[in-house]
Structures are given as C-alpha cells and as structure tokens.
C-alpha cells in the first residue's frame, strides 16, 4: 500500500503533465485576425484558444495633459477573428482590483481601441490621430459593463448604505409609467433629462467614438460597436466587436493601438496606459 507521501507525489506529477500538455499560445509580432466562420460569443469562448497572440506592450500617456508618468499596468495580451464582415478583439490585462462604480474620487476600469478611418501607407499621429485625419475609437467601461449585467441605476445599488426616506415621483398619486411619473422622474436625473451618455442605465457597455488629435474626440455619428466583458481573479478579459476596416483585405495591412484604464490608480480621460500603432493583418483562409 503506498504512503501518503508517494500518493500525492503522483498527483503532483500527474497534474504537472496534464499541465505540461497544454499548448502556450503562439506569439505573433503583429496583430493577427483569423478568419473564422462563427465569431466567438463572448471573452471566455474556446474559440479563442486556437487564435494566435499579441502581447502589446503600453507605455504612460505622457505626452499631453494631464499625464501619466507612472506605469501601472505593464501589457495587454491580444488576440483577434474576423468572419469577412466584422473583426473581434479579446484584450487581458492583469488588475487585481475590481473598480466599477463612479464617484467622488471613484474611477473605473476601462480599455479601448483605435483604428484610422482610412488605410494609409502613413498612419496618423497614433495619440488620436490628427487634424483631417481621423481615428475611430471603440471604448468599453467596467461600470457600464455592470449596468448592462444587470446593476439597477438607483442609490441603493450603488450605494448600500445609503438612505431614502422619499422621492417625489414614486408617490401614490403618480401612476407608475405614465407621462406625469416620467416628467416627475427627470427632475431627479438631470443628466439623463439632458440626453449625457455618459451616465444611467446603458443598454452596451461599449460607445464608438472618433478623433483628429488631443482634445477632439467626440461620439461617432452611430454606435456600430459592441462589446462584453468578464473578469477572474486575475483581471479583465474584454471583448470588443467591430466591422472590419473599410479596404482591408488579407496582404494588406492598417494600424491599431490600444489603451487601458486601471480605475484604482485613478486612471481617467487622457491619464491612461496606451500603445503605438501595431500593425493589424488578415490571415488569409486556408
């Protein structure tokens, strides 16, 4: 009869083969799209385990105000897949800390990337690109991925210990539902009278936005993108969805840089850790 000792050295070395048997994914020194006939459901899909990797290496924002100056996190590993029509992106960074909830003094996590309009033998300047020269941003926020989870927008969710004794327009006299209930409603939530975007219930985590430099990004003129994302003990896994790039094709390549917001170094607007332009290519169907 073995020993306990001689059992849980065999565990140990059946679980080190087992794990040893896993393929490590391949590296490429650009980004990749596989072309795939179903595009993946959402970050954790097997799918992507077959999908070759990229580690993008991000560096501070340091280059217009406000700046960031300290690295916080250090690579965001990227993989990609395209069905002909549109192009997905699976980003992973490490975060420790959850953060997704706004605030006084409260920043959430967040990841984006950008893509030229146009595919040009020179891409525009990568922070935003540049005046008639625009760049198209897809931008995914850790408390709006909550909302879309299901995290209702009241006081209470957001803040548990917080106390209402009464709102106006939940009183009895207003049925709930009807025009006089809504009007009475939007007094409370003067953002959303005013149509801000940026705050509320959200139906997508993601926002399209676009840019020709530092200080012009604005919304896009319609939201094409869409996007989910999950998290383990590790950190963030976010996927984001797009139509493929105006013109490309496979041998032919364009540009694309990533940013990520770690909420808890109070990391927001232009304090963010980003790349340069990293070429983004096609493979082409076996």
């Known amino acids: 009869m073995r020993s306990p000792f001689v059992l849980g050295l065999s565990l140990l070395a059946l679980l080190l083969g087992a794990m040893s048997c896993r393929k490590a994914p391949v590296r490429t020194n650009e980004v990749v799209a596989v072309p795939v006939a179903k595009m993946p459901d959402s970050p954790a899909d097997p799918a992507w385990e077959k999908v070759p990797e990229h580690v993008a ?33 699976r ?47 897809a931008f995914w926020r850790a408390d709006w991925q909550a909302s879309v989870n299901g995290r209702s927008d009241t006081l209470k969710s957001l803040y548990p210990n917080a106390t209402v004794d009464h709102y106006p327009f939940e009183a009895r006299p207003l049925e709930p539902g009807t025009e006089a209930q809504r009007e009475m409603a939007k007094r409370y939530a003067p953002a959303e009278a005013v149509g801000n975007r940026r705050v509320g219930p959200r139906q997508s985590p993601v926002e399209d936005l676009i840019a020709e430099g530092p200080g012009t990004l604005t919304p896009a003129p319609s939201s094409r993108s869409r996007g989910q994302g999950t998290r383990d003990q590790k950190g963030w896994s976010v996927m984001l969805t797009r139509p493929l790039p105006e013109g490309l094709v496979p041998r032919l390549r364009t540009q694309i840089a990533f940013a990520v917001w770690e909420g808890g170094h109070a990391e927001v607007g232009s304090r963010k850790m980003r790349t340069g332009w990293i070429p983004l290519a096609l493979q082409e169907a076996k």
């Not at 990609?80 to 992106?89: C, L, M, R």
């Not at 950008?114 to 760049?135: F, H, L, S, Y």
């Open 91 to 137: 980003l992973e960074w490490e975060d420790n800390e959850a953060n997704d909830l706004t605030g006084p003094g409260r920043f959430v996590d967040a990841c984006a990337i950008q893509i030229p309009r146009k595919i040009e033998a020179n891409a525009p300047d990568p922070q935003m690109g540049q005046a008639g020269r625009t760049v198209e941003i």
């Open 57 to 89: 290496r991000l560096l501070p924002q340091d280059l217009v105000e406000p700046r960031l100056m300290k690295v916080s996190t250090p690579e965001v590993f990227v993989r990609s897949v395209t069905n002909g029509a549109e192009i997905a992106f």
